[in-house]
């Protein structure tokens, strides 16, 4: 993984003569201006400092791979996206997804393309090293060690080019958009026939009793549908 310099400025955050306030040491300027504005409206005197500059190595953007990826907040935290937020890189994003030009060399590997169908696992047993592999909420892990969340993955025809997901030829193919990957094109097509011929194929609700809650709007089977037509999406009262 590329690693790009950037300097991070921080600010310390004061307030004299209260010794239930601790120091806070933050990078978010937005944080120190709302700060000073609270304390000024309570008739408090916060002292905000500007600490010296440094600077540290952090990931690069896993497209252009010059500039630092993006911080994001979400309920569990702060998290590191897999791309930067400059406009410029974010429309070369969009035009080559939408095939107007060529995606970069260095997102694809030296070797063609190959299809590769995945394992079925338990997202509890984790995934095992140098296989692709699908979890029960159809997660999908590449053998390069690429999530969805990290680098992602993009519909795909055979070929290894990319379409959006309502295109009339794509059924079900999956680029692993992961630098460094040896070019892999994860074939869902087929994921469950092997136990669909062998009668063996379980439903959500044989494999994980539940309750159904259908709450999250992404399932089409209407609420009262038998518990085997929702998707486990649905499946929000774990027993």
Not at 11 to 16: A, I
Not at 17 to 42: C, I, K, M, N
Not at 114 to 126: E, N, Q, S
């Amino acid at each position: 993984m590329k690693h790009v310099a950037v300097a991070v400025r921080r600010y310390r955050l004061e307030l004299p003569g209260y010794d239930w306030f601790e120091p806070q040491t933050t990078t978010d300027l937005a944080r120190v201006v709302r700060s000073l504005r609270a304390a000024r409206l309570a008739g408090l005197t916060v002292r905000a400092t500007l600490l010296p500059l440094q600077v540290e190595q952090v990931p690069a953007c896993s497209w252009c791979r010059a500039r630092p990826r993006a911080v994001e907040n979400d309920c569990d935290g702060s998290y590191l996206t897999a791309t930067c937020v400059s406009p410029q890189c974010r429309e070369a994003r969009r035009l080559a997804y939408d095939g107007v030009i060529a995606y970069p060399s260095h997102r694809r590997g030296g070797q063609a393309a190959r299809l590769v169908k995945p394992v079925r696992i338990r997202r509890a047993d984790g995934p095992p090293p140098g296989v692709v592999t699908v979890d029960e909420y159809d997660d999908i892990t590449c053998e390069c060690g690429n999530i969805s969340s990290f680098a992602g993955f993009h519909p795909c025809l055979p070929g290894g080019a990319l379409v959006e997901p309502d295109h009339p030829e794509w059924n079900g193919l999956y680029w692993c958009a992961a630098v460094g990957c040896s070019g892999v094109i994860v074939d869902c097509r087929y994921l469950d026939d092997d136990q669909a011929d062998s009668g063996q194929m379980e439903s959500v609700t044989d494999a994980f009793p539940v309750e159904i809650d259908d709450q999250c709007g992404d399932c089409s089977a209407h609420q009262d549908a038998p518990p085997d037509d929702h998707h486990v999406a649905c499946s929000t009262r774990w027993n």
